[in-house]
């Protein structure tokens, strides 16, 4: 069960803001709703915990943390904590301001508090809005402080400055802002198609032209996706965290996949991850995963048992690809081929795949992959052996059709066709979006049906199945289960080129007209 970088136990009075902020959250904010609606508001031990160590000071009254996250389970209660540190940051003593004669810390207010509750859209900030206008409406804070509740904005009424507002993508718009503190919830959701990690990026850097005064800001968040590489997975993959410079808490359910079927083992991960959210349907959750297949397992993990796991839109199962294979019938040197070729210099793979023109079958002819050893830092693509394979693939097969993704290599590929021919060699760009999308569903769809059939190449299936499909507007596209990601998937990216490559071959009537023709390097 991971905790993230939480610190055991709880800090001592002299080490922490968290316990006069405790006191002062009790007496000014309300319950919002339920059975205890308008009743002074109580934190549960975990949201105590969490409060006590985002507030830890170091001995010189500076923050412990510079940021924070929260990652739970959904339903855990990450939005009405989230809410109750928007009120503390607004209208409470959140800050440093000296030790007493004890020793004790002694919090003060933010001076002119702006407090940013942000998000992808407008109406996503409208539930935390909402529970801090409950926490407060008809609270003691409400008339002390002298607090206008207004739908959108939380402000004073008589007009001196200090808000708690939304903030939502609006690329520079946000620029400048001096915000004292920025909630950020749910950043799971915060992917490259709705602007997330730009917005998230704004909202740091406004926020880190006043971390000297103290400003911070902290997220929540359900177990991610390493499909999405969201701000969500961007955080908790940081240098920041790991180094635990930024506080980050969180609870798993300790589950693998395959133990989804067994009902001691979810009703135990889901207890893990809930921990003393005594509100959780346990036993409700616990039904729903072992009988409502409509839901990805993956989708389980991720929201009920935190677990960070692999989405399940892979491209190709195993059972799927498996079927395609065929061992009866091999590649022989003179048959008519289409090649594909994705090259790398040093990160990602290298590989040259070949697709046999009558009945779709193929085969791998190169792959070079960095070995990742660290004794071999300065480790690149042998240049001199992609040539060879080049030649002898054009050598050995008849190659009605060639096509190569240029990046890094399209001076290479200019010269293969001069070489080969420029009506045999040709740029296909994996890039632009229409064009790739179109190649990937001619894939899938022939995979499906057994249309195309591959000669089981441990590599090549290695990389098939290591794709996962991400969705742009014109349709889907493989990639890896996250940019960082190990798991090489280029090898299926030549095989779609290949296979693409076929297709056109067989278009232009090249499957009837077997060439003869000399070839020379």
């Not at 792959?367 to 693939?393: C, F, H, M, T």
Request: glycine share 8%; with cysteine.
């Amino acid at each position: 069960m991971q905790t993230g970088n939480l610190p055991e136990g709880v800090p001592s009075p002299k080490e922490t803001l968290g316990y006069e902020i405790i006191r002062w959250a009790q007496r000014y904010i309300v319950q919002p709703d339920g059975e205890r609606a308008g009743e002074p508001w109580q934190f549960t031990k975990e949201q105590l915990r969490f409060v006590l160590w985002f507030y830890a000071i170091n001995p010189d009254g500076t923050w412990r943390y510079a940021a924070g996250t929260l990652r739970r389970a959904k339903g855990w209660g990450k939005t009405p904590l989230l809410a109750a540190l928007a009120i503390v940051e607004f209208i409470g003593p959140c800050r440093f301001s000296h030790f007493n004669a004890y020793g004790l810390p002694v919090a003060k207010r933010v001076p002119l508090p702006t407090v940013q509750i942000g998000a992808t859209a407008y109406d996503q900030t409208e539930q935390t809005l909402e529970m801090i206008r409950g926490m407060l409406s008809e609270s003691p804070a409400e008339k002390e402080y002298g607090l206008d509740i207004g739908k959108a904005t939380i402000q004073f009424k008589s007009g001196k400055p200090g808000s708690i507002k939304p903030k939502a993508t609006a690329g520079r718009t946000n620029e400048g802002n001096r915000p004292t503190f920025a909630l950020m919830d749910e950043v799971h959701h915060w992917v490259g198609s709705n602007g997330g990690p730009d917005f998230y990026q704004v909202i740091k850097r406004n926020i880190e032209k006043t971390s000297s005064a103290g400003s911070r800001w902290v997220t929540t968040t359900n177990a991610y996706n390493p499909n999405e590489d969201s701000v969500a997975q961007q955080i908790h993959e940081s240098e920041m965290v790991r180094m635990g410079l930024w506080l980050y808490d969180c609870l798993e359910g300790d589950i693998e996949p395959d133990e989804l079927r067994d009902e001691d083992k979810v009703r135990q991960a889901l207890r893990e991850a809930y921990g003393d959210a005594t509100w959780a349907d346990i036993d409700g959750l616990t039904r729903t995963i072992l009988y409502d297949r409509t839901t990805p397992d993956s989708t389980y993990l991720r929201f009920f048992c935190n677990r960070i796991a692999e989405s399940s839109d892979g491209w190709m199962s195993k059972v799927e690809w498996d079927a395609c294979h065929d061992d009866q019938d091999p590649i022989k040197p003179g048959d008519q081929i289409a090649l594909g070729f994705d090259g790398s210099i040093r990160g990602d793979a290298t590989g040259l795949v070949g697709c046999r023109l009558r009945d779709g079958k193929l085969f791998v002819l190169h792959l070079q992959e960095n070995p990742r050893n660290p004794n071999l830092p300065d480790w690149e693509v042998d240049v001199l052996a992609v040539e060879a394979a080049v030649k002898r693939a054009f050598e050995t097969y008849k190659v009605e059709w060639f096509y190569g993704d240029p990046p890094y290599w399209q001076e290479a590929i200019g010269r293969w066709s001069i070489e080969w021919g420029d009506d045999y060699v040709f740029e296909f760009w994996t890039n632009k979006p229409t064009r790739m999308v179109q190649a990937v569903e001619r894939f899938r769809t022939a995979a499906m049906v057994q249309d195309l059939l591959h000669d089981g190449d441990d590599d090549l299936t290695r990389h098939v199945l290591n794709c996962v499909v991400r969705e742009v507007p014109q349709g889907l596209l493989i990639t890896k289960d996250s940019p960082r990601s190990k798991k090489k998937i280029d090898l299926a990216v030549c095989a779609v080129l290949a296979f693409e490559a076929r297709a056109d071959a067989i278009a232009d009537g090249r499957l009837k007209r077997r060439r003869a023709r000399v070839v020379g390097f």
